[in-house]
């Protein structure tokens, strides 16, 4: 699966373009799991030129969730029983503050 498209990398706000702004108010671009995992990690902004996201990273565990930054070749080259990262085609609009409310973070 191509986890970027052309057009979603134009949904993208880029790197610290919305930072300081409510939680309640920064899109979730796209959503990325590895199916034999919890692992999961929204993306809000995106650098194409250095192939980096920020966004909420949660590993499956409280201690490992977190606002930070990640790579999309980092993603790419994740390979667990064969299968990688994908993106979730189906999960909508959502907002940071959902899903931080959700993990109560």
């Known amino acids: 699966?191509?986890?970027?498209?052309?057009?979603?990398?134009n949904q993208f706000?880029?790197?610290y373009e919305t930072d300081g702004k409510p939680k309640d108010q920064v899109k979730i671009i796209a959503?990325?799991?590895?199916?034999?995992s919890a692992a999961t990690w929204y993306a809000t902004e995106?650098?194409?030129e250095e192939r980096m996201f920020f966004g909420f990273v949660n590993l499956g565990n409280p201690l490992y969730a977190e606002l930070g930054y990640f790579s999309l070749d980092e993603l790419e080259s994740?390979?667990?029983m064969g299968l990688g990262i994908e993106r979730d085609l189906h999960f909508g609009e959502h907002y940071l503050s959902e899903v931080l409310e959700s993990?109560?973070?």
Do not use: G
Request: hydrophobic residues 50%; without cysteine.
């Open 1 to 9: 699966m191509k986890l970027l498209t052309v057009e979603l990398i």
């Open 13 to 15: 706000p880029r790197l």
């Open 31 to 36: 959503k990325f799991f590895h199916p034999m």
């Open 46 to 48: 995106y650098d194409p």
């Open 78 to 80: 994740v390979k667990v």
């Open 103 to 105: 993990k109560n973070i």
